[in-house]
Nanobody, 120 residues
Framework: QVQLVESGGGLVQAGGSLRLSCVAS????????MGWFRQAPGKEREFVAG????????WYADSVKGRFTISRDNPKNTVYLQMNSLKSEDTGAYFC?????????????WGQGTQVTVSS
């Protein structure tokens, strides 16, 4: 059974930084592209960033390009999201998932997420 455990969220002032982590189990982690999604209150879950299985390629939503960096450590089954220059509109619950392009591989299976709150 696939398990995704996100951590690293918190309350931060606008302009600050956070680093999120996600540990995956139950999958051959190095075989999958991985990504981050977020969901603000009252809004649909949206794609934030993705990285190829090797970590050599990455892609981002326009809203975070230049501010967020996704990376992965395959031996640790972990994907990271470094978030800099945070804005109030970055507030939301953040989730990691295996991805196909900008979509989740299995949209019925999500972790508990980690909450990011950016105060202005």
């Amino acid at each position: 059974q696939v398990q995704l455990v996100e951590s690293g969220g918190g309350l931060v002032q606008a302009g600050g930084s956070l680093r999120l982590s996600c540990v995956a189990s139950g999958i051959i982690f190095r075989s999958y592209a991985m990504g981050w999604f977020r969901q603000a209150p009252g809004k649909e879950r949206e794609f934030v960033a993705g990285t190829s299985w090797s970590g050599e390629s990455s892609w981002y939503a326009d809203s975070v390009k230049g501010r967020f960096t996704i990376s992965r450590d395959n031996p640790k089954n972990t994907v990271y999201l470094q978030m800099n220059s945070l804005k109030s509109e970055d507030t939301g619950a953040y989730f990691c998932h295996a991805v196909v392009g900008r979509g989740p591989l299995n949209p019925r299976n999500w972790g508990q997420g980690t909450q990011v709150t950016v105060s202005s």
